[in-house]
């Protein structure tokens, strides 16, 4: 294994733009998923040397799509979202999102562009499930399969990582004329939107971070530990809602009658296929358990349920439980570039988690125990290392303003990453939601929030007491909802 340290892959990021300065762009449609609602943009492939060090080792196209602003005046700055991940489309993200940016496309163009890896842009897609790396497969298995996978892949992985993606980016703002960039990025995404102000400061005029990776820590370690935290604070919340407590009064205990029954062994489930509509027996045990409380954790709609779902299966029926295990990871599993994901992994997380100085009694007490881990470090061992500017795990310090926000339930990115990602933010303002969750935008007057801020690149008055107003979804007590 081995790692390119681009100390400054300031090689003229712009030069292949520029050699290549016309980006034709044609009416399309854009859209989450096939059969859903489309929306107008114009939309191209631009074309970006695979190793930005060696433009003789061919290119790749990136997909492109812009939406343009309604007004016909237009700002010079348009707005431009980065999806996590790491593995997500960014069209199809923003295609889920657009409420959440409604407001800033009154007076600027959208700029869409699927980071090199995922969505339409030189996809680096292989047979390496979820269940790999949440760690259902053996240490054995788990190699044979990144193996595989690392052979199956279109590209090589060592050219998609962050340090390369963001010279994307700016040679995409040079091809199309655009001024400065407005930068919003979602959970991994703020990863790379703080590593493009750190590179093109001048490229950069403002930037929201939602969901915050400080640069200075690497992902993975508290990975089980925050979520063990988050799915506590769900238990602290039932008890003291006075509707949630009486009908389950001890989801608590509930919760560890149920590790405890599929720690023994899994059990069939029966649930409808959502295509086939065709019954089909599912397996259920503790691995898939641990995955499915980890994913509802993430908005605080699906930890409504949490109660709900935990009592029932504590007491037999698995069903609901199951069923909403399959549904996200179904839709997860498609919308994640594992070979991305992976690319991004094992180069600017893993090699730097201090393995040996883990808080190990935590994590194998946590639901979730070392499962993950495991895996991440298994895949790790034998994924090619890339490319990786030896800048990018320094805090990002800056005029840019800059606005980070948290959700005070997140279980994978708490409030205390935003502080940490802002230490030398000269222009930051910290937002958190209490008992919300992963990604703000769309949370209650936020949108608004984010358009006021991104218009005036200062955050509005009020901010902050809006936010605390926002909604909560409350606890359900049975299928047809919350108590009245």
Same mark, same amino acid.
Request: charged share 20%; hydrophobic share 45%; net charge negative.
């Given at each position: ?6 100390i ?7 030069s ?8 034709e ?14 929306i107008a ?12 060090? %060696? ?7 990136l997909?492109?799509a ?9 700002a010079? %700055? ?19 999102w ?6 800033? &496309?009154? %007076?600027? @163009?959208?700029?869409?562009?699927d ?7 030189a ?10 790396? @949440?760690?259902?497969?053996s ?8 193996r ?7 590209? %090589?992985?060592?050219?998609?990582t ?16 655009y001024?400065?960039?407005n930068?919003y ?16 400061p001048?490229?950069? &005029?403002?930037?929201?971070i ?10 993975g370690?508290?990975?089980a530990?925050?979520?063990?935290r ?28 149920l590790? @405890? ?5 899994p059990?069939a489930v029966?649930?409808m ?25 993430y ?17 037999g ?23 991305m ?39 790790c061992s ?10 990018? &795990?320094d805090p990002l310090a ?6 980070l ?28 939601g ?9 949370v ?16 509005? @008055? ?5 936010l ?10 049975d ?6």
């Amino acid at each position: 294994m081995f790692r390119i340290v681009a100390i400054a892959l300031l090689l003229s990021a712009s030069s292949f733009a520029e050699d290549n300065s016309v980006l034709e762009l044609s009416d399309c449609r854009i859209s989450i998923s096939p059969g859903s609602p489309g929306i107008a943009a114009r939309c191209g492939a631009f074309a970006r040397p695979l190793n930005p060090m %060696d433009e003789s080792a061919g290119s790749i196209d990136l997909k492109v799509a812009v939406i343009p602003a309604l007004s016909l005046e237009p700002a010079a %700055d348009p707005f431009v979202p980065i999806a996590g991940g790491p593995g997500q489309s960014t069209i199809k993200f923003y295609a889920g999102w657009t409420a959440a940016f409604e407001r800033i &496309r009154q %007076d600027r @163009d959208i700029l869409l562009l699927d980071q090199r890896g995922t969505g339409e842009s030189a996809p680096m897609t292989c047979e390496l499930d979820e269940d790999a790396i @949440d760690g259902k497969y053996s240490t054995e298995q788990t190699l044979r399969l990144t193996r595989e996978c690392i052979d199956l892949l279109p590209h %090589d992985p060592r050219f998609f990582t962050t340090s390369v993606a963001v010279q994307d980016l700016e040679a995409l703002r040079v091809a199309l004329g655009y001024g400065q960039l407005n930068l919003y990025g979602a959970s991994y995404g703020t990863r790379v939107a703080q590593h493009f102000a750190r590179r093109y400061p001048d490229s950069t &005029r403002s930037m929201i971070i939602d969901g915050v990776v400080p640069p200075q820590i690497p992902l993975g370690p508290e990975i089980a530990t925050e979520s063990q935290r988050a799915i506590d604070r769900v238990f602290e919340r039932c008890a003291k809602d006075i509707a949630c407590n009486y009908h389950f009064p001890d989801v608590r205990g509930d919760f560890a009658a149920l590790r @405890d029954t599929l720690s023994v062994a899994p059990v069939a489930v029966e649930l409808m296929h959502p295509v086939t509509a065709k019954q089909e027996l599912v397996e259920f045990g503790e691995q898939q358990l641990a995955a499915a409380i980890r994913l509802l954790l993430y908005s605080p709609r699906t930890v409504a349920l949490l109660p709900l779902v935990i009592s029932e299966a504590a007491n037999g029926n698995y069903t609901p439980l199951a069923a909403q295990f399959h549904m996200i990871v179904s839709s997860l599993a498609e919308s994640l570039s594992i070979g991305m994901h992976n690319a991004v992994m094992c180069t600017e997380d893993a090699p730097f988690i201090d393995w040996d100085n883990l808080d190990h009694d935590a994590i194998r007490a946590s639901y979730m125990g070392p499962m993950q881990l495991d895996a991440i470090k298994t895949m790790c061992s034998v994924w090619p290392a890339g490319v990786l500017d030896e800048d990018l &795990r320094d805090p990002l310090a800056t005029d840019v303003p800059v606005l980070l926000l948290s959700g005070g339930a997140d279980p994978i990115t708490p409030a205390r990453y935003a502080e940490m990602a802002a230490v030398d933010l000269r222009g930051a303002w910290l937002l958190t939601g209490e008992n919300q969750g992963h990604g703000l935008a769309v949370v209650g007057c936020m949108p608004r929030i984010i358009g006021e801020f991104v218009k005036g690149a200062a955050l509005a @008055d009020g901010a902050a007491e809006c936010l605390a107003d926002a909604f909560v979804m409350p606890f359900f007590i049975d299928y047809s909802g919350p108590a009245p």
